[in-house]
């Protein structure tokens, strides 16, 4: 995640019921014998948890029962975000960045950047980047190519089943150079339809066969998300990262969106000036639209509090 040899510290926080299960955890850390992990701390103690951290990957959320309403489940992650961000505010590094993992992801990054105003909110940020692997994921079994032939797929919005998958930019390499993903395609009624929700409804197909939801994509698109933020993205490509709107594309500032980004020397920047065509700008809308919602109910919650 961090690079061939930056040693680190994992602190692994977990709720006091689950505290023998997170000691499990951390015997088979010490049981890999990774060469580059230094120590494992692992504690139900908020506090000792953020102590000095620089990277907080925050998965911990309340998931949606059977039953429950929208905003019942809201209600409870914006307690718990609450309280986390008050503990990294006061006891992690000045510098620390956060990844929000855990549903709704750019809702609770949201939350938590209200309640630690002392992290940059250039340091908040939330995974939209397994939506994005998805998508070149897609791409590359319809084409028959290696993912890594693909590159600046978009993944706009909220991670959510409104977010956008978006190829209008996308590119793959083939016999005959680097070509656009929709000629390549030539299908414009697939990419415009059954792409987008296949992307879209992922997670749920997954959660129906396995009866579990995704665990290794979703860790596996964590470690890409921070290694491409602190080590920087290669040359001529970009990456989606949920972040604190600008306004750039005419998307209102004050929320946690997803946009295309390059990172360089632990920042990000959104890739600026791309053409965004009428059914794109609609789709774009549409989840800037939830995503408004959702923090209009989030803060709603705040007050019951």
């Known amino acids: 995640m961090l690079g061939p040899d930056q040693p680190v510290i994992i602190h692994m926080l977990d ?3 689950a505290a023998e299960a997170l000691n499990g955890v951390k015997m088979e850390l010490i049981d890999a014998a990774f060469p580059l992990l230094k120590d494992v701390v692992a504690t139900t103690d908020v506090v000792e948890a953020c ?3 620089n990277i907080a990957v925050m998965v911990g959320g309340f998931p949606r029962k059977e039953g429950m309403e929208r905003k019942d489940v809201m209600s409870k992650n914006v307690s718990i975000y609450k309280a986390q961000a008050s503990a990294l505010e006061q006891h992690a590094a000045p510098d620390c960045k956060v990844l929000v993992v855990a549903n709704p992801a750019n809702t609770n990054a949201l939350i938590l950047k209200e309640f630690a105003p002392s992290i940059p909110e250039k340091n908040i940020t939330c995974l939209t980047r397994l939506d994005h692997n998805r998508a070149l994921g897609q791409i590359s079994e319809k084409l028959n190519v290696h993912v890594s032939d693909v590159r600046n797929v978009i993944i706009w919005g909220n991670h959510s089943s ?16 680097e070509e656009s993903v929709r000629d390549a395609i030539a299908n414009d ?3 415009n339809t059954e792409f987008i929700t ?28 921070i290694h491409d933020w602190v080590l920087g993205t290669p040359k001529g490509t970009w990456v989606s990262m949920g972040v604190y709107s600008d306004g750039s594309y005419g998307i209102q500032p004050g929320i946690i969106y997803s946009f295309p980004v390059t990172c360089e020397k632990g920042q990000w920047s959104i890739v600026n000036g791309l053409k965004i065509d009428e059914l794109s700008r609609e789709k774009m809308d549409a989840t800037a639209k939830e995503l408004m919602e ?6 709603s919650c705040l007050i019951d509090d």
């Open 15 to 17: 709720i006091e019921p």
């Open 51 to 53: 102590q000095g951290v």
């Open 162 to 177: 409104t977010q956008y998958p978006d190829i209008n930019h996308a590119t793959v390499k083939t016999t005959n150079g």
């Open 189 to 191: 009624n697939w990419l």
């Open 198 to 225: 296949t992307v879209q409804q992922r997670g749920a197909t997954i959660i129906k066969a396995r009866k579990l939801s995704s665990a290794l994509s979703a860790a596996s698109a964590a470690c890409d998300h």
């Open 294 to 299: 959702e923090k209009t109910l989030a803060y």
